[in-house]
C-alpha cells in the first residue's frame, strides 16, 4: 500500500503529467488560430479580487461595467463570469467587502447571505442554506452545503470552523449544485479563495485590539520572485479572554487561542500554462465548545415529562438559574483543533480549451471534552475525537467557441475517518475518582473507523438559440463507496443513577468490531434556460437534482440475536435528494447605480437525514419527506457622488416536513408524534440584512462610518418545534468608524451586537439517562475594539 506521502506525490504528479503531456500540442497551436482573450474588468481598489480569483477561463463577452467601473467575477459554474451573467443565486463578497463588514469567519458571514443560516455546536460547524444543512452531530456526518477551500471540498464540520485570512473572495452558492458540486452540496456551496501572489509586490499588516483582551494578528505579503514565479505568504492569530466563566473552577470558558498560516507558490513558464501550490496549517486550543445550559429542568412541566429535575440536582449538584455565558460544571471544557493540506492548482490555455487539475490532501483532528449533564455532579462528561485524511483529485476542462459553451470533468475522493464519542467512567458509577482525559475507561464508548471513496464524471454545457435565448443540459453521475468498521462499548447494562454502582459491568452485551460496506450510485441533472432581456438584465430559470451520499452511525450500530440470527440497530442512512425547481431576475437599474437581483425556489426534499438522541448514543435516520419554498432578494445601491453606499438583502422561507413520524426522548410519554406541518431546524421564515457606508472625504483619505443590522424570525433547532429547543426572534447591530488614508494606513473602531443582545447559535435535547437537560451554545456578546491596518 502506498504511505501517504507517496499518495500525495503520486497524486501530484500525475496532475502535472496529465497537464504537461499537453503542453506540446498547446505550444504547437498558432497563437493567431487560438479565440482572443476578452479584456477583463480592471482590478480596481473596490474589487481586488476580479483578477486574482479566476480560475477558468475568462469571461467572454463580459458586460457593461457599474457605475464605480468594478465588476465582481466569480466561479460559481466553474468557468469565470461575472456575477450578473451567471444563473445561480450567489453572493459574492470580494476580500475589501469583507474587511469593510468586519467579516472574519463564517458566523459573521452568514448575516449578510439571504437564506444562509450559521449554527455551532461542541466545536462543529452547522450550515443551513434555504433549510438544507447539517442538523446532526453523529461522528462521521457531513454537511449539505458543501464548503470548498481554493475549490477543494472540505469534508469534517470542525475543519470547517476558523477565521478567514487574507482571502480574495468568497461565495456563497444557493440552491442544489449536484451537477458541478456533486455530493454533499443538496443545500448549496461556499467557496472561499484566499489571495494569489499579484504582478507586483504587495500586502498588509493588520491589528485589532478588543474587550475581552482580544489581540488579532493578521499579515499578508506576496509578489514576484523571478519572471515567471510569484509567492505569497498569510498569517494570523488571535488570543482572546473567554465570554464566561465556569463558576465551579473559577477559570474562562469559550476564549480562543489560535494560529494559521498559508503559503502560495505560483508558476507560469509560459502565457498559457500556470501552476499554484498552496499549503495551509492551523492550530486551535481553548476551552470553548461547551454547552451552556439553555432549560435548566429539561421541559418540566410539558405534556409526556417526567416531571422531575436533572439527574445531576438529584444527586446533590447544582445548574444554573438563567441562560448565561457563565456555566456551572465540573469539568472546564477543552477544545482542540489541527489541521491543513497542500493543493496543487494547474491550468493549461489551449486554443478554444482550458484544461485544469486540482490535486488535494487534507488532514483534521478535533478533540473535544465537554460536560453534558447540565450540572456541577460528576454524573456525565464526553470525549469526542475525530480525525481525517482525504485526498481529492479533480481534473476539468472547458470549451468555448461561437454559440456553445462546456465544462466536463471527472472527480475522485478518499477520506479515511477514526471517530470515537464517549463518556469516561465515573464515581456515581465506579465510587472512585475518575480522569475526564480518558475516553478508554468509559460506561460507553461509540465509535469506529471509515473509509469512502467516491468518485464522479460530470458535463454541463450552454448553447445560445438565439442572440438572448440559451439553453443549458447538464449531468453528473457519482458512485460512492463507504466501508465502516464499527464499535460500541456499554459497560452500563441498566443505568439507573440512583442505584448504587453495582450495576456497573465489566463484560458488556456488545463490544465490536462489527464491519459493514455499502455502496449507493446517484444520476443527478440539471436543465435550465436563461433569457438576456436586455444588456443589463438577465432572467433564467432551472430545474435540478441534489444528491447527499448515505452513510453509517459510526459507532452506533449493534447487532441484536435473534431467533433466526442478526439484525442491525441503526443500519445504514439512506442517502437523501431534492429536486429544484428556480426561476430569477438579476438586472442593473439606474445607470447602473443599483443591483437587484431576485429569486424563488420550490424543492421537493426527499429522506432528510436527521439525527436522533438514543439512549446513550446520537443516531442518524431519514425522515421521509419535506417541502420548501422561498422567495430571495438581494440589493446593492451606489450615490451618484459615490457618497454612500446602501446593500439589503431578505428572504421568505416556508420548509416544513410533509411525512415524518418520530419519537421525542424529551416528551416520551406522547409516544411516536406526527410532526407533519412542522418546521425544518435551522429555517427561520424571515430574514433581513441591511447596511448603509458612507464615504466622506478628509484630509489625504476618507472617513467611512458603517451601520449594519440583521433580523431572523424564530428558528427551531429540532424537528418537534419545542419552544424551549429553539430562538425568538431577534435582531442585532453593528457599528463602525474608520479613516483611510490615501497611502495606505486606516483606523477603524467598531462595536459588533451592539445591544448586546443573548442569541442561542443551536440547542439540542440529551436523552433521558440524564433527565432530559438542554444544552445549547451561544453567539457572542457584544464586542468591540480598534483595528489598525496598512496596506502596501
Same mark, same amino acid.
Not at 451 to 470: K, M
Given at each position: 500500500?502506498?504511505?501517504?506521502?507517496?499518495?500525495?506525490? $503520486?497524486?501530484?504528479?500525475?496532475?502535472?503529467?496529465?497537464?504537461?503531456?499537453?503542453?506540446?500540442?498547446?505550444?504547437?497551436?498558432?497563437?493567431?488560430?487560438?479565440?482572443?482573450?476578452?479584456?477583463?474588468?480592471?482590478?480596481?481598489?473596490?474589487?481586488?479580487? *476580479?483578477?486574482?480569483?479566476?480560475?477558468?477561463?475568462?469571461?467572454?463577452?463580459?458586460?457593461?461595467?457599474? *457605475?464605480?467601473?468594478?465588476?465582481?467575477?466569480?466561479?460559481?459554474?466553474?468557468?469565470?463570469?461575472?456575477?450578473?451573467?451567471?444563473?445561480?443565486?450567489?453572493?459574492?463578497?470580494?476580500?475589501?467587502?469583507?474587511?469593510?463588514?468586519?467579516?472574519?469567519? &463564517?458566523?459573521?458571514?452568514?448575516?449578510?447571505?439571504?437564506?444562509?443560516?450559521?449554527?455551532?455546536?461542541?466545536?462543529?460547524?452547522?450550515? *443551513?442554506?434555504?433549510?438544507?444543512?447539517?442538523?446532526?452531530?453523529?461522528?462521521?456526518?457531513?454537511?449539505?452545503?458543501?464548503?470548498?477551500?481554493?475549490?477543494?471540498?472540505?469534508?469534517?464540520?470542525?475543519?470547517?470552523?476558523?477565521?478567514?485570512?487574507?482571502?480574495?473572495?468568497?461565495?456563497?452558492?444557493?440552491?442544489?449544485?449536484?451537477?458541478?458540486?456533486?455530493?454533499?452540496?443538496?443545500?448549496?456551496?461556499?467557496?472561499?479563495?484566499?489571495?494569489?501572489?499579484?504582478?507586483?509586490?504587495?500586502?498588509?499588516?493588520?491589528?485589532?485590539?478588543?474587550?475581552?483582551?482580544?489581540?488579532?494578528?493578521? *499579515?499578508?505579503?506576496?509578489?514576484?520572485?523571478?519572471?515567471?514565479?510569484?509567492?505569497?505568504?498569510?498569517?494570523? %492569530?488571535?488570543?482572546?479572554?473567554?465570554?464566561?466563566?465556569?463558576?465551579?473552577?473559577?477559570?474562562?470558558?469559550?476564549?480562543?487561542?489560535?494560529?494559521?498560516?498559508?503559503?502560495?507558490?505560483?508558476?507560469?513558464?509560459?502565457?498559457?500554462?500556470?501552476?499554484?501550490?498552496?499549503?495551509?496549517?492551523?492550530?486551535?486550543?481553548n476551552h470553548s465548545g461547551g454547552q451552556h445550559d439553555i432549560v435548566q429542568r429539561g421541559l418540566t412541566g410539558e405534556p409526556g415529562t417526567s416531571g422531575l429535575p436533572l439527574i445531576g440536582v438529584q444527586l446533590g449538584g447544582r445548574t444554573s438559574d438563567q441562560v448565561s455565558y457563565d456555566i456551572i460544571s465540573d469539568i472546564d471544557p477543552q477544545y482542540t483543533r489541527r489541521g491543513g493540506g497542500l493543493t496543487l492548482d494547474a491550468k493549461l490555455e489551449a486554443g478554444d480549451f482550458t484544461f485544469r487539475s486540482i490535486t488535494a490532501w487534507r488532514h483534521s483532528l478535533y478533540k473535544l471534552i465537554s460536560d453534558v449533564d447540565g450540572t456541577d455532579a460528576p454524573v456525565s462528561s464526553i470525549v469526542y475525537r475525530e480525525r481525517s485524511d482525504t485526498y481529492s483529485q479533480e481534473f476539468n476542462v472547458n470549451y468555448s467557441r461561437d454559440r456553445l459553451s462546456v465544462t466536463a470533468g471527472v472527480y475522485g475522493f478518499i477520506e479515511n475517518l477514526d471517530g470515537l464519542f464517549a463518556d469516561p467512567s465515573n464515581p456515581v458509577l465506579v465510587g472512585a475518582p475518575y480522569d475526564p482525559n480518558s475516553e478508554f475507561i468509559s460506561y460507553f464508548a461509540a465509535g469506529g473507523h471509515l473509509?469512502?471513496?467516491?468518485?464522479?464524471?460530470?458535463?454541463?454545457?450552454?448553447?445560445?438559440?438565439?442572440?438572448?435565448?440559451?439553453?443549458?443540459?447538464?449531468?453528473?453521475?457519482?458512485?460512492?463507496?463507504?466501508?465502516?468498521?464499527?464499535?460500541?462499548?456499554?459497560?452500563?447494562?441498566?443505568?439507573?443513577?440512583?442505584?448504587?454502582? %453495582?450495576?456497573?459491568?465489566?463484560?458488556?452485551?456488545?463490544?465490536?468490531?462489527?464491519?459493514?460496506?455499502?455502496?449507493?450510485?446517484?444520476?443527478?441533472?440539471?436543465?435550465?434556460?436563461?433569457?438576456?432581456?436586455?444588456?443589463?438584465?438577465?432572467? $433564467?430559470?432551472?430545474?435540478?437534482?441534489?444528491?447527499?451520499?448515505?452513510?453509517?452511525?459510526?459507532?452506533?450500530?449493534?447487532?441484536?440475536?435473534?431467533?433466526?440470527?442478526?439484525?442491525?440497530?441503526?443500519?445504514? &442512512?439512506?442517502?437523501?435528494?431534492?429536486?429544484?425547481?428556480?426561476?430569477?431576475?438579476?438586472?442593473?437599474?439606474?445607470?447602473?447605480?443599483?443591483?437587484?437581483?431576485?429569486?424563488?425556489?420550490?424543492?421537493?426534499?426527499?429522506?432528510?437525514?436527521? %439525527?436522533?438522541?438514543?439512549?446513550?448514543?446520537?443516531?442518524?435516520?431519514?425522515?421521509?419527506?419535506?417541502?420548501?419554498?422561498?422567495?430571495?432578494?438581494?440589493?446593492?445601491?451606489?450615490?451618484?457622488?459615490?457618497?454612500?453606499?446602501?446593500?439589503?438583502?431578505?428572504?421568505?422561507?416556508?420548509?416544513?416536513?410533509?411525512?415524518?413520524?418520530?419519537?421525542?426522548?424529551?416528551?416520551?410519554?406522547?409516544?411516536?408524534?406526527?410532526?407533519?406541518?412542522?418546521?425544518?431546524?435551522?429555517?427561520?421564515?424571515?430574514?433581513?440584512?441591511?447596511?448603509?457606508?458612507?464615504?466622506?472625504?478628509?484630509?489625504?483619505?476618507?472617513?467611512?462610518?458603517?451601520?449594519?443590522?440583521?433580523?431572523?424570525?424564530?428558528?427551531?433547532?429540532?424537528?418537534?418545534?419545542?419552544?424551549?429547543?429553539?430562538?425568538?426572534? $431577534?435582531?442585532?447591530?453593528?457599528?463602525?468608524?474608520? $479613516?483611510?488614508?490615501?497611502?495606505?494606513?486606516?483606523?477603524?473602531?467598531?462595536?459588533?451586537?451592539?445591544?448586546?443582545?443573548?442569541?442561542?447559535?443551536?440547542?439540542?435535547?440529551?436523552?433521558?439517562?440524564?433527565?432530559?437537560?438542554?444544552?445549547?451554545?451561544?453567539?457572542?456578546?457584544?464586542?468591540?475594539?480598534?483595528?489598525?491596518?496598512?496596506?502596501?
Amino acid at each position: 500500500m502506498i504511505s501517504r506521502p507517496g499518495r500525495i506525490l $503520486y497524486m501530484m504528479g500525475a496532475s502535472i503529467w496529465a497537464l504537461t503531456a499537453t503542453s506540446a500540442f498547446a505550444q504547437s497551436s498558432s497563437t493567431d488560430d487560438a479565440a482572443p482573450e476578452a479584456a477583463a474588468p480592471a482590478q480596481t481598489e473596490a474589487a481586488p479580487a *476580479a483578477a486574482s480569483v479566476e480560475q477558468a477561463s475568462p469571461v467572454a463577452d463580459a458586460p457593461a461595467e457599474t *457605475a464605480d467601473g468594478t465588476e465582481i467575477i466569480v466561479t460559481a459554474d466553474k468557468r469565470a463570469t461575472s456575477i450578473q451573467r451567471v444563473p445561480i443565486a450567489v453572493t459574492a463578497l470580494t476580500g475589501e467587502d469583507l474587511a469593510q463588514r468586519g467579516v472574519m469567519d &463564517v458566523s459573521s458571514l452568514a448575516p449578510q447571505i439571504p437564506s444562509f443560516n450559521f449554527g455551532a455546536s461542541f466545536g462543529v460547524l452547522k450550515l *443551513a442554506v434555504r433549510g438544507i444543512g447539517f442538523s446532526n452531530q453523529a461522528t462521521g456526518a457531513e454537511s449539505s452545503v458543501a464548503f470548498n477551500l481554493n475549490d477543494v471540498y472540505v469534508s469534517r464540520p470542525a475543519a470547517q470552523v476558523g477565521q478567514m485570512y487574507d482571502i480574495a473572495q468568497v461565495e456563497v452558492l444557493r440552491g442544489p449544485q449536484g451537477t458541478l458540486y456533486g455530493r454533499n452540496a443538496t443545500g448549496g456551496a461556499i467557496n472561499i479563495y484566499s489571495a494569489r501572489p499579484g504582478a507586483e509586490w504587495g500586502g498588509f499588516a493588520q491589528l485589532t485590539v478588543g474587550n475581552y483582551n482580544q489581540i488579532v494578528t493578521e *499579515a499578508a505579503a506576496g509578489g514576484p520572485v523571478t519572471d515567471t514565479l510569484g509567492v505569497r505568504l498569510a498569517f494570523t %492569530s488571535e488570543d482572546r479572554d473567554g465570554y464566561g466563566k465556569n463558576v465551579v473552577t473559577g477559570n474562562d470558558i469559550d476564549d480562543e487561542k489560535s494560529r494559521a498560516a498559508r503559503l502560495t507558490l505560483e508558476w507560469k513558464p509560459t502565457s498559457n500554462f500556470s501552476m499554484a501550490l498552496i499549503g495551509d496549517i492551523q492550530r486551535v486550543r481553548n476551552h470553548s465548545g461547551g454547552q451552556h445550559d439553555i432549560v435548566q429542568r429539561g421541559l418540566t412541566g410539558e405534556p409526556g415529562t417526567s416531571g422531575l429535575p436533572l439527574i445531576g440536582v438529584q444527586l446533590g449538584g447544582r445548574t444554573s438559574d438563567q441562560v448565561s455565558y457563565d456555566i456551572i460544571s465540573d469539568i472546564d471544557p477543552q477544545y482542540t483543533r489541527r489541521g491543513g493540506g497542500l493543493t496543487l492548482d494547474a491550468k493549461l490555455e489551449a486554443g478554444d480549451f482550458t484544461f485544469r487539475s486540482i490535486t488535494a490532501w487534507r488532514h483534521s483532528l478535533y478533540k473535544l471534552i465537554s460536560d453534558v449533564d447540565g450540572t456541577d455532579a460528576p454524573v456525565s462528561s464526553i470525549v469526542y475525537r475525530e480525525r481525517s485524511d482525504t485526498y481529492s483529485q479533480e481534473f476539468n476542462v472547458n470549451y468555448s467557441r461561437d454559440r456553445l459553451s462546456v465544462t466536463a470533468g471527472v472527480y475522485g475522493f478518499i477520506e479515511n475517518l477514526d471517530g470515537l464519542f464517549a463518556d469516561p467512567s465515573n464515581p456515581v458509577l465506579v465510587g472512585a475518582p475518575y480522569d475526564p482525559n480518558s475516553e478508554f475507561i468509559s460506561y460507553f464508548a461509540a465509535g469506529g473507523h471509515l473509509v469512502n471513496h467516491a468518485f464522479a464524471g460530470y458535463v454541463q454545457g450552454s448553447y445560445e438559440l438565439t442572440d438572448r435565448l440559451t439553453l443549458i443540459v447538464g449531468a453528473r453521475y457519482s458512485t460512492e463507496k463507504k466501508k465502516d468498521d464499527d464499535l460500541y462499548t456499554d459497560f452500563v447494562t441498566d443505568v439507573k443513577w440512583l442505584e448504587p454502582a %453495582s450495576i456497573w459491568d465489566p463484560n458488556p452485551p456488545f463490544s465490536g468490531p462489527f464491519t459493514q460496506s455499502r455502496r449507493w450510485n446517484s444520476f443527478t441533472p440539471k436543465i435550465g434556460v436563461n433569457f438576456q432581456a436586455d444588456p443589463s438584465t438577465l432572467l $433564467y430559470g432551472s430545474i435540478s437534482k441534489g444528491f447527499k451520499a448515505g452513510l453509517f452511525n459510526l459507532g452506533g450500530t449493534q447487532v441484536i440475536p435473534t431467533d433466526t440470527g442478526v439484525t442491525l440497530s441503526n443500519p445504514p &442512512v439512506q442517502p437523501e435528494t431534492v429536486w429544484a425547481y428556480e426561476a430569477g431576475l438579476k438586472t442593473r437599474l439606474l445607470n447602473n447605480r443599483l443591483r437587484l437581483n431576485l429569486a424563488g425556489f420550490y424543492y421537493d426534499y426527499s429522506d432528510l437525514q436527521l %439525527s436522533k438522541v438514543q439512549g446513550t448514543l446520537v443516531a442518524l435516520t431519514n425522515a421521509a419527506s419535506a417541502r420548501i419554498y422561498g422567495l430571495e432578494a438581494e440589493t446593492e445601491y451606489t450615490s451618484p457622488d459615490d457618497l454612500f453606499r446602501i446593500n439589503l438583502s431578505a428572504s421568505w422561507l416556508h420548509a416544513r416536513f410533509t411525512d415524518f413520524r418520530n419519537t421525542d426522548v424529551g416528551r416520551l410519554g406522547l409516544g411516536e408524534l406526527d410532526l407533519k406541518g412542522n418546521k425544518l431546524p435551522q429555517a427561520p421564515d424571515f430574514t433581513v440584512s441591511g447596511g448603509i457606508e458612507f464615504g466622506i472625504p478628509a484630509a489625504r483619505g476618507r472617513i467611512v462610518p458603517r451601520a449594519q443590522a440583521n433580523y431572523t424570525s424564530r428558528i427551531y433547532f429540532d424537528e418537534f418545534n419545542v419552544r424551549p429547543i429553539s430562538q425568538a426572534p $431577534y435582531a442585532k447591530v453593528d457599528l463602525s468608524l474608520a $479613516y483611510e488614508d490615501e497611502r495606505g494606513f486606516s483606523i477603524t473602531g467598531f462595536v459588533n451586537n451592539l445591544t448586546n443582545k443573548l442569541t442561542i447559535d443551536t440547542a439540542y435535547q440529551s436523552s433521558e439517562i440524564l433527565g432530559h437537560p438542554v444544552g445549547g451554545f451561544l453567539a457572542p456578546p457584544r464586542t468591540y475594539g480598534v483595528r489598525l491596518r496598512y496596506s502596501f
